[in-house]
């Protein structure tokens, strides 16, 4: 495999690995009003790190072009690591480079399967952003002249929400590359493996 799609792959499987560690800290329902802040910090770091590895694994499927953007302002690009700064430079030579949700359906016309976009409860660039800003927000100490008080039920409830539309988003998606006539094809769980599976395929 490219040594940059078996990156992306990686990329995959430590989000999955996050996800697992989320599902299990909010798993059980009745522990929520006693729940530590110092679990809601980790869940915060677990989501942040996630988005990070969104972004790494742009880069991967980007790797050519955004090593040579970065290279032409002087900059070590392998040490680029701020999520949101790493979204915007591949912006801005791929616009269409975030992940694309979609399913496998049978066409009603005749017996083959096709790939039809998953547009409902997913992650977005949007959201990607806001997640991302508050995450921030919990991974330094408060400063005790300026502490607020926290809804923890509320947050836990937002956290189900975002890592529902993480998983839409990345169960399976394709990536559309610089070249315009290809895409990355995505599987997070291949159904004899159960690893991840990623190749590249022509774009539609």
């Not at 989000?15 to 980790?42: H, Y």
């Not at 921030?136 to 408060?142: C, T, Y």
């Not at 947050?155 to 315009?180: F, G, R, S």
């Amino acid at each position: 495999m490219n040594e940059d799609f078996q990156k992306y792959c990686d990329c995959m499987e430590q989000i999955k690995v996050r996800i697992g560690v989320i599902d299990f800290i909010l798993g059980d329902l009745s522990s929520w009003k006693t729940t530590p802040m110092t679990d809601i910090e980790f869940l915060f770091l677990q989501f942040r790190k996630i988005l990070e590895l969104i972004a790494f694994s742009s880069i991967c499927a980007n790797r050519e072009t955004y090593q040579k953007v970065r290279r032409e302002v002087n900059s070590n690009w392998e040490n680029d690591w701020r999520a949101d700064g790493i979204i915007k430079i591949i912006e801005n030579f791929n616009p269409n480079f975030f992940p694309i949700p979609v399913k496998e359906v049978v066409d009603s016309n005749s017996t083959k399967r096709k790939l039809e976009m998953v547009k409902n409860n997913v992650l977005d660039k949007s959201l990607f952003k806001t997640i991302y800003g508050q995450c921030k927000n919990f991974l330094h100490a408060e400063h005790p002249y300026n502490a607020s008080t926290k809804n923890l039920s509320s947050i836990k409830k937002k956290m189900l929400i975002w890592k529902n539309k993480i998983i839409n988003l990345l169960n399976t998606h394709t990536v559309q590359l610089i070249d315009l006539d290809k895409r990355l094809h995505v599987y997070m769980q291949d159904a004899n493996t159960g690893n991840v599976v990623v190749w590249e395929c022509k774009a539609i």
